[in-house]
């Protein structure tokens, strides 16, 4: 049966006795509070992840020849890194050979002698925790653009109201967008004389516009027509507005016309030769942001029309919204989000997402399938129960407290494997030498003797 978020919230409140069953209604502002704590609790397993279910992930990433250091987002510890050399051609190659990598703790890594601004094979790593996720140091930094695989343990997603807790569904959520750029802004188009264009007098995006303009309605029907791919033309106004759903545009001029011709207040055509290129809000240049192999390239105006874009189903099983004015990319099926950039865009015209930056690059983030087991559903419902008391000023009742006890001692059991790495030191031990047993227990003799 399905268990939604908003089920959860709404049991937790009931549980803390904030709200009477049967006799009150959970409102909006407590749904809101209710998610906001839940959401601060799976954050807080970064800290002790044995209150983490499924202890391991699989998170594939791609080496930049002679980078030695990576950024991946959500990661809290490594158990092996690998990385693959194809034996086909490409580093995706179908056939390819595995090779593991050796863990070097914090002072042999920074602190042994080795040579540096060799690119070669990385045979070992190390990894610190950071904001948001850890940073991973190879050596020696990569000579191909290998792939990369970690085994490991990452944070636990955020989750959203209505969303299904029982069915895999993977949200990927960038945050709130930001949106920059120019209006291709002409200013007030003047007609001279016949209004002919004569060969070089107006370019746009590589598109010559000669030809006789009588109006310039005729100049702006001519465009609509679709020559200038993604151009469209309009007036705002009196100003004559060049609108794109491409990243940039490029307006260009001879300038030697001087009795026929059409001129703008903003560019002269006939004073020249003149080039001026226009960013338009929201530009994506070429990899500033690919969604699971699909590139997005273009200019929205709005985080809207990004939504509206990626929602014709351009990517294959995933959609996107805007909730609470963050940019959320969602999966009914579970299928993996992987979210890439180059991250070179110019800051003066871009899309970006407070939680994924497409300006600061290169960066990759892999979003999961999410869904929780019936009994760790019933554990966050009773943690977030103690949650609302603590924030309400509410003392905890004591069943709460004593079935959340319960289930921390299980989950912590079952989450972590048993560290077969330590090892204990005894007085008693077989150790070469005198010990205190041998001492004061034995007096001196042994099994073999003195």
């Known amino acids: 049966m399905a268990q939604t978020v908003t089920d959860l919230i709404t049991q937790a409140y009931y549980d803390s006795g904030v709200v009477a069953r049967q006799f009150q209604e959970i409102q909006g502002y407590q749904l809101a509070d209710g998610l906001r704590w839940l959401n601060e609790i799976l954050g807080d397993n970064s800290v002790d992840t044995?209150?983490?279910?499924?202890?391991?992930?699989?998170?594939?990433?791609?080496?930049?020849?002679?980078?030695?250091?990576?950024?991946?987002?959500?990661?809290?510890?490594?158990?092996?890194?690998?990385f693959y050399i194809p034996s086909g051609t490409g580093p995706n190659s179908?056939?390819?050979?595995?090779?593991?990598?050796?863990?070097?703790?914090?002072?042999?890594?920074?602190?042994?002698?080795?040579?540096?601004?060799?690119?070669?094979?990385?045979?070992?790593?190390?990894?610190?925790?950071?904001?948001?996720?850890?940073?991973?140091?190879?050596?020696?930094?990569?000579?191909?653009?290998?792939?990369?695989?970690?085994?490991?343990?990452?944070f636990m997603q955020s989750v959203t109201?209505?969303?299904?807790?029982?069915?895999?569904?993977?949200?990927?959520?960038?945050?709130?967008?930001?949106?920059?750029?120019?209006?291709?802004?002409?200013?007030?188009a003047s007609i001279v004389g016949a209004g002919i264009l004569a060969a070089g007098e107006l370019v746009v995006n590589n598109v010559d516009l000669a030809g006789t303009y009588a109006t310039v309605n005729d100049l702006i029907n001519y465009i609509n027509t679709g020559v200038v791919d993604g151009v469209s033309a309009q007036l705002s106004g009196a100003n004559f507005t060049l609108i794109g759903s491409v990243p940039s545009i490029s307006i260009e001029t001879l300038g030697t016309v001087t009795v026929n011709g059409v001129t703008f207040g903003n560019f002269n055509?006939?004073?020249?030769?003149?080039?001026?290129q226009y960013l338009q809000p929201g530009?994506?240049?070429?990899?500033?942001?690919?969604?699971?192999?699909?590139?997005?390239?273009?200019?929205?105006?709005?985080?809207?029309?990004?939504?509206?874009?990626?929602?014709?189903?351009?990517?294959?099983?995933?959609t996107a919204?805007?909730?609470?004015?963050?940019?959320?990319?969602?999966?009914?099926?579970?299928?993996?989000?992987?979210?890439?950039?180059?991250?070179?865009?110019?800051?003066?015209?871009?899309?970006?997402?407070?939680?994924?930056?497409?300006?600061?690059?290169p960066f990759s983030q892999v979003f999961y399938g999410f869904a929780l087991d019936q009994f760790y559903?019933?554990?966050?419902?009773?943690?977030l129960a103690a949650r609302i008391c603590q924030k309400l000023n509410f003392a905890v009742p004591d069943g709460v407290r004593e079935q959340l006890t319960t289930y921390q001692r299980q989950i912590k059991k079952l989450s972590e494997p048993l560290d077969l790495s330590m090892q204990k030191i005894s007085c008693l031990s077989q150790a070469r030498g005198l010990n205190y047993a041998m001492a004061n227990l034995g007096k001196g003799?042994?099994?073999?003797?003195?």
């Open 94 to 154: 179908a056939t390819s050979l595995r090779y593991q990598m050796q863990y070097m703790d914090r002072i042999k890594y920074f602190g042994q002698p080795r040579a540096n601004n060799i690119n070669a094979l990385p045979v070992s790593y190390t990894y610190e925790r950071t904001f948001g996720g850890s940073n991973i140091w190879v050596y020696f930094p990569p000579q191909q653009n290998y792939r990369f695989n970690i085994t490991g343990n990452f």
């Open 445 to 450: 003799y042994t099994t073999g003797g003195f």
């Open 161 to 188: 109201l209505n969303q299904d807790l029982t069915t895999v569904k993977t949200v990927a959520n960038l945050g709130v967008p930001s949106i920059s750029g120019t209006v291709t802004n002409l200013g007030v």
């Open 50 to 82: 044995g209150d983490i279910p499924y202890i391991t992930q699989q998170y594939p990433f791609d080496g930049v020849v002679g980078q030695e250091k990576y950024f991946i987002p959500g990661l809290l510890s490594i158990d092996a890194l690998v």
């Open 321 to 361: 919204s805007i909730l609470d004015f963050e940019f959320i990319l969602t999966s009914n099926e579970g299928v993996t989000i992987s979210v890439k950039t180059l991250g070179s865009q110019p800051i003066s015209s871009n899309i970006t997402f407070k939680k994924f930056s497409t300006i600061n690059g």
């Open 377 to 383: 559903i019933d554990y966050l419902e009773y943690r």
């Open 269 to 276: 055509t006939t004073a020249g030769p003149l080039t001026e």
């Open 283 to 318: 530009a994506l240049e070429i990899g500033e942001l690919v969604i699971n192999d699909v590139d997005l390239t273009g200019a929205y105006a709005t985080a809207q029309d990004l939504v509206d874009y990626i929602n014709t189903g351009i990517i294959d099983f995933v």
